[in-house]
């Protein structure tokens, strides 16, 4: 008679292959992030030199700073830098702050050796280094130092900003007409679109603006180019916080088209990062915002860890697979690589550009590659770690200041969103009750938008007719202003 094993052992023979492999995974993940460790104190020591020649100013990495100012950042060298507001400064934009036995160790044995090479003196601040954009590991081509040309002043800070005026015939006949109520908004609505992390307005622009003229033809769009990325100014001299940001689209685009005057007022549509600093304006100017729509928003809910330390290890965890997953953790532990990075594919853009051209036989480069290489090491290493990880502790009072003003918020995440998990969307509707939440079938981090364009057009317009009936709650601007 046949005899069949156990269900125990039949369960061991079963399980066991899949922690083989777990282990294997894992010490072959130690490995290639330990090369990396290597890797990266050894480009800081070469970066070092070449900045010293190639410099006049050099601008000090933070592989021998300390977020609490204990190896070396004075009180005068942060005002010199950020304003002398170090709060918003995350704390992983310092080697500290991203904790690696081998790198540690290796940065000791370094400081012994040859000095600490990468703190200014205690007492002398940094002088001010707006010539340094761009510095010569960046690209200096027309296209990417056209923002200086605007002058050194308040214009020259002005943010790249597409606008879509409304058709002047659907304008005429009001907002979001509805024939079926015999009902219409009076007044034209205004919209601002924030893109996320190394991306630009194109997302917005080549897309939901081109796909939705049927649908948003009665409404005026802004899609803005983030301080630091697309074709917007990139300076040296600024920490990319998120206040930096805010003050940015204040500046660039608010202002200057009249959306802090009168009764005016706006929707806000963001994407992944871009949700961090729309959530951060609509608790500034919690009066002015009529509706938030936050797609694919990377939201955790607090713990022991700091904010910002459990934003990192969740968006870019060292893991080998998926490759989405591994370039984030490069791009995001390792300073030194990082540029590398930049100064292999963002300075010589316009070579990989004419490559992809020319393989692909189409001419116009897709928006998607473009954006990738728009921005500075600078720009995207401080963004990621001051808005991304550093802003991920100011999002619940942001979150309390939208509840208490009452402003409609929803949410749409893809299911396959591979960049963040669709569990942050969750937890931000957990946060907020009143907030819709749509999870898409089938949808990652971009194809949540991009490939629906004119659906995803309809679902702001059903949610902006909604929103603009709601019933205000009188909240003044200057009551959330005092935490910016």
Not at 5 to 17: A, C, Q
Not at 66 to 78: C, F, L, P, R, V
Not at 138 to 153: I, L, N, P, Q, Y
Not at 291 to 309: K, M, N
Request: aromatic letters at 8%; proline letters at 5%.
């Amino acid at each position: 008679m046949r005899t069949f094993p156990s269900s125990g052992r039949w369960s061991t023979s079963t399980t066991w292959p899949r922690r083989a492999a777990g282990a294997a995974s894992t010490a072959l993940a130690s490995t290639v992030f330990a090369v990396l460790d290597v890797a990266d104190v050894i480009l800081c020591f070469v970066y070092a030199l070449l900045d010293g020649v190639l410099e006049d100013n050099p601008v000090h990495c933070y592989c021998h700073r300390s977020y609490d100012d204990d190896d070396g950042i004075s009180e005068a060298t942060a005002a010199a830098v950020d304003g002398g507001d170090h709060e918003e400064v995350s704390d992983t934009l310092y080697a500290h702050g991203r904790r690696s036995a081998v790198r540690d160790a290796l940065l000791g044995l370094l400081r012994l050796v040859v000095g600490r090479r990468g703190a200014a003196p205690p007492d002398e601040p940094m002088p001010p280094c707006k010539w340094r954009s761009p510095r010569w590991s960046d690209c200096a081509c027309k296209s990417c130092v056209a923002w200086r040309g605007a002058g050194e002043g308040e214009a020259g800070g002005r943010l790249h900003v597409v606008v879509k005026e409304p058709d002047r015939k659907a304008a005429a006949g009001g907002r979001f007409a509805d024939a079926a109520a015999g009902t219409r908004t009076p007044d034209r609505e205004n919209a601002i679109f924030v893109h996320g992390f190394t991306s630009s307005s194109s997302f917005w622009a080549e897309t939901v603006f081109r796909e939705s003229s049927f649908i948003l033809d009665d409404c005026r769009l802004f899609a803005v180019d983030l301080l630091g990325f697309g074709r917007s100014p990139k300076p040296a001299n600024c920490m990319y916080r998120v206040r930096d940001h805010v003050e940015a689209i204040e500046r660039s685009l608010i202002e200057p088209h009249g959306l802090m005057s009168g009764s005016a007022s706006f929707h806000l549509v963001s994407h992944s990062m871009g949700c961090i600093i729309a959530l951060a304006l609509a608790a500034k100017h919690p009066t002015r915002v009529k509706s938030i729509t936050l797609v694919a928003p990377p939201y955790f809910l607090p713990c022991e860890q700091r904010a910002s330390q459990v934003a990192l290890n969740r968006l870019a965890e060292k893991k080998l697979w998926p490759p989405l997953l591994f370039g984030s953790a490069v791009m995001s532990w390792y300073e030194h690589i990082g540029r590398t990075v930049c100064f292999l594919v963002c300075k010589n853009h316009l070579l990989w550009e004419w490559l992809f051209s020319l393989f692909t036989g189409n001419t116009d480069v897709d928006f998607r590659v473009r954006d990738l290489t728009k921005h500075t090491h600078h720009s995207a290493w401080h963004t990621m770690h001051n808005v991304i990880c550093g802003g991920a502790r100011l999002q619940d009072a942001n979150l309390e200041a939208v509840v208490a003003a009452g402003i409609p918020v929803q949410v749409v995440h893809g299911a396959d969103d591979q960049v963040v998990p669709v569990e942050c969307s969750r937890h931000l509707k957990a946060k907020l009750p009143r907030a819709k939440l749509s999870v898409m079938d089938r949808r990652d981090h971009s194809t949540v938008v991009l490939g629906r364009e004119r659906d995803f057009a309809e679902e702001l317009k059903v949610f902006w007719w909604s929103a603009a009936s709601r019933s205000p709650v009188h909240v003044q601007d200057a009551d959330v202003q005092r935490r910016y």
